[in-house]
């Protein structure tokens, strides 16, 4: 056995490190390597929203409301799609927010919930036909609309949770929050 004396600091740290911290240096960079990737992957979600939200200020949007609606389904089917496509979140997990929204805003249940797709064509045929004052109808679809968009700051929260790295789940909680502001702003516009 030979006792040797370390050449330098860095040798002295190398020798020190062997085993088990370089085993969590190589898993670090893994996870790095994995939350850089979510995030990325985020990112172009995002972007696909925002095309949505692009539509969603039209003047034209504002003046038929079935289509707002329309869009801000698409917008959480989009997220949904991401949570289970890329994080394998179970499918489930969309009706259990359904049913969590319907306890402070039952109108949520006018949507309908196929292959975990929402799809507004009640909520759609029902102020279509709608007989008393137009303005009865707003807080219906205000209800309707901030479940939406908390559905889809949930799954973004969600997202949130997936990230080891303190410093990207701040910098997505960030990113989503102000698209969820941009979201609200935009949507509180439409008037049914």
Not at 21 to 37: G, M, R, W, Y
Not at 61 to 83: G, R, S, T, Y
């Amino acid at each position: 056995m030979e006792i040797r004396t370390p050449f330098n600091k860095h040798e002295d740290e190398m020798i020190n490190n062997r085993g088990g911290s370089n085993n969590h240096d190589t898993n670090s960079k893994v996870a790095l390597q994995q939350d850089t990737a979510l995030e990325e992957q985020l990112m172009l979600l995002l972007s696909n929203n925002q095309i949505i939200l692009v539509k969603l200020s039209e003047n034209k949007v504002a003046k038929n409301p079935n289509e707002a609606l329309k869009l801000l389904c698409d917008i959480v089917n989009q997220v949904v799609a991401f949570a289970e496509r890329k994080l394998r979140v179970n499918s489930s997990h969309l009706q259990k927010l359904l049913v969590s929204e319907s306890g402070h805003s039952p109108n949520i249940k006018l949507l309908h919930l196929n292959k975990n797709s929402l799809y507004p064509d009640t909520v759609i045929n029902l102020f279509k036909g709608w007989a008393s004052h137009p303005s009865d109808r707003q807080p219906i679809f205000d209800e309707i609309r901030d479940s939406l968009i908390n559905i889809t700051k949930s799954y973004f929260s969600l997202f949130e949770s997936s990230f080891r790295s303190d410093l990207i789940k701040r910098q997505w909680k960030e990113t989503y929050l102000i698209n969820i502001d941009e979201l609200k702003e935009i949507a509180e516009k439409i008037k049914f």
